[in-house]
């Protein structure tokens, strides 16, 4: 006969166990859940970081575009106030003169000018001042008529700059909140770089130089077969003075003499060599005649990029000597390294 008792039901100490038992599981699969990812390899930590640095450098160079045109606006509007501070001065002097011939004409036009003729004991000498009354009011009435015209013409020129310039604040506000990100997507790639071992570290360098020499032949970065052209003129002496800053540290919208960004360095280099070049890639390509590879001399201006947001000096031999990045400085380079574009005689 079956028994009908009720089943027995679980001792306190029994729920405890229970209890912490599904307590551990869940912790277990918590703890599986948010397990930290896997440390990533060198190569995806390179690989990080030089897709930062390459944002980095647009920013940046679209930054000194921002910086170089907001220069110029300034010098145009202060221009336009001097101008207009001139015409004002102007406009009150003739003003005054104004005056004082409305006073004088006050003094003696009480009376209608015939009857002022008939009373007059020297007509001809009356005419003649009246004459010469009439004809300076017309100079007088026209020069304010101009001066008023050129003073409107100014304002709305002035306004126009104003307006430009707000304008560009607000993109130059943009542009450095977009710097500011990246740089803090540098900072985290930066920790991750700091993750790598020593032996990491010295591979990734070791990678990093024999990258760099490419078809340069051997030899340290600080030396590389640059071959036998020797590079001329102005342009020999920009990258004569280029050599001497290798080493030297990469930081965004430095222009020398201790640090440079890409075209910071270049335009240092040619002002070394007596001549003015613009500040930023997008202007730099417009500076001298455009060339092929195949024309390339030793000096020469050489763009990377289909943004054209780099640029370098052709060293020789395939070589560029170039501001690269904030984890090399400036550095020669294999141009193989970089989506060349074209290069620019200056």
Same mark, same amino acid.
């Given at each position: 006969?079956?028994?009908?008792?009720?089943?027995?039901?679980?001792?306190?100490?029994?729920?405890?166990? $229970?209890?912490?038992?599904? =307590?551990?599981?869940?912790?277990?699969?918590?703890?599986?859940?948010?397990?930290?990812?896997?440390?990533?390899?060198?190569?995806?930590?390179?690989?990080?970081?030089?897709?930062?640095?390459?944002?980095?450098?647009?920013?940046?160079?679209?930054?000194?575009?921002?910086?170089?045109?907001?220069?110029?606006?300034?010098?145009?509007?202060?221009?336009?106030?001097?101008?207009?501070?001139?015409?004002?001065? +102007?406009?009150?002097?003739?003003?005054?003169?104004? @005056?004082?011939?409305?006073? =004088?004409?006050?003094?003696?036009?009480?009376?209608?000018?015939?009857?002022?003729?008939?009373?007059?004991?020297?007509?001809?000498?009356?005419? !003649?001042?009246?004459?010469?009354? !009439?004809?300076?009011?017309?100079?007088?009435?026209?020069?304010?008529?101009? %001066?008023?015209?050129?003073?409107?013409?100014?304002?709305?020129?002035?306004?126009?700059?104003? /307006?430009?310039?707000?304008?560009?604040?607000?993109? &130059?506000?943009?542009?450095?909140?977009?710097?500011?990100?990246?740089?803090?997507?540098?900072?985290?790639?930066?920790?991750?770089?700091?993750?790598?071992?020593?032996?990491?570290?010295?591979?990734? !360098?070791?990678? +990093?130089?024999?990258?760099?020499? @490419?078809? /340069?032949?051997?030899?340290?970065?600080?030396?590389?077969?640059?071959?036998?052209?020797? /590079?001329?003129?102005?342009? @020999?002496?920009?990258?004569?003075?280029?050599?001497?800053?290798? @080493?030297?540290?990469?930081?965004?919208?430095?222009?020398?003499?201790?640090?440079?960004?890409?075209?910071?360095?270049?335009?240092?280099?040619?002002?070394?060599?007596? %001549?003015?070049?613009?500040?930023?890639?997008?202007?730099?390509?417009?500076?001298?005649?455009?060339?092929?590879?195949?024309?390339?001399?030793?000096?020469? $201006?050489?763009?990377?990029?289909?943004?054209?947001?780099?640029?370098?000096?052709?060293?020789?031999?395939?070589?560029?000597?170039?501001?690269?990045?904030? &984890?090399?400085?400036?550095?020669? +380079?294999?141009?193989?390294?970089?989506?060349?574009?074209? /290069?620019?005689?200056?």
């Amino acid at each position: 006969m079956a028994s009908h008792r009720r089943p027995k039901q679980p001792t306190r100490a029994r729920v405890t166990v $229970l209890t912490a038992t599904a =307590a551990a599981a869940v912790a277990l699969s918590s703890q599986g859940a948010s397990a930290a990812p896997a440390k990533p390899s060198k190569d995806e930590v390179k690989a990080k970081v030089d897709a930062l640095y390459e944002q980095a450098e647009q920013a940046t160079e679209k930054w000194n575009a921002a910086e170089t045109q907001q220069e110029k606006l300034q010098q145009q509007i202060g221009a336009l106030q001097d101008k207009v501070a001139r015409g004002q001065g +102007e406009l009150n002097d003739l003003r005054a003169t104004l @005056g004082s011939m409305a006073s =004088a004409q006050y003094r003696s036009g009480g009376m209608d000018g015939s009857m002022q003729l008939f009373l007059s004991a020297d007509p001809e000498e009356y005419l !003649d001042k009246a004459s010469v009354l !009439d004809q300076l009011g017309a100079r007088q009435a026209d020069a304010v008529t101009k %001066i008023q015209a050129k003073q409107r013409t100014l304002a709305q020129q002035r306004l126009e700059a104003a /307006g430009k310039l707000k304008d560009l604040a607000e993109t &130059r506000k943009e542009l450095g909140e977009k710097k500011k990100q990246v740089q803090t997507k540098l900072a985290e790639a930066q920790k991750l770089l700091n993750t790598l071992t020593a032996a990491e570290k010295a591979k990734l !360098d070791e990678e +990093e130089e024999r990258a760099s020499r @490419g078809s /340069g032949g051997g030899g340290d970065n600080s030396r590389p077969d640059l071959g036998n052209v020797k /590079g001329s003129g102005f342009a @020999g002496k920009a990258l004569a003075a280029a050599k001497t800053k290798v @080493g030297f540290p990469y930081i965004s919208g430095a222009e020398g003499p201790n640090a440079f960004d890409c075209s910071g360095l270049t335009q240092w280099a040619y002002k070394q060599a007596g %001549i003015g070049i613009s500040r930023v890639t997008f202007t730099q390509i417009n500076d001298g005649t455009r060339i092929s590879r195949s024309q390339l001399q030793p000096g020469d $201006l050489v763009f990377f990029y289909g943004d054209l947001h780099h640029v370098g000096l052709y060293a020789g031999n395939n070589m560029t000597l170039h501001a690269s990045n904030p &984890r090399s400085g400036v550095k020669y +380079e294999s141009m193989d390294n970089m989506p060349f574009q074209f /290069g620019v005689r200056i």
